[in-house]
Nanobody
């Protein structure tokens, strides 16, 4: 599966953005999906994950209650709705696919998108 993330941009603190990750390939609906982020000078970290059916989700504590992951298997897209954004959410956001759930570790993901930059100004 090939993944293409989009939707990043510049937003003020307290604002919202919705990221999209479009997948190509007929097997998208078989994969659990995740979002990660990497801030400048920091390691890539887990943000959220969703099962292949969309029936279960799991979030990092830092985004719980503010971010929502969802997917539309008919459109081969996974979303990350980000509300109440903070300057510390500034990072490049990546989507990825995994055969297991919940998967919080980078090495548990086999396909990655190219990343989309989110900048939150104070």
């Amino acid at each position: 599966v090939q993944l293409q993330a989009s939707g990043g941009g510049l937003v003020q603190a307290g604002g919202s953005l919705r990221l999209s990750c479009a997948a190509s390939g007929r097997t998208f609906s078989r994969y659990h999906m995740g979002w990660f982020r990497q801030a400048p000078g920091k390691e890539r970290e887990f943000v959220a994950t969703i099962t292949w059916s969309g029936g279960s989700t799991y979030y990092a504590d830092s985004v719980k209650g503010r971010f929502t992951i969802s997917r539309d298997n008919a459109k081969n897209v996974v979303y990350l709705q980000m509300n109440s954004l903070k300057p510390e959410d500034t990072a490049v956001y990546y989507c990825a696919s995994s055969p297991s759930y919940p998967q919080l570790l980078l090495h548990g993901y086999d396909y990655w998108g190219q990343g989309t930059l989110v900048t939150v100004s104070s």
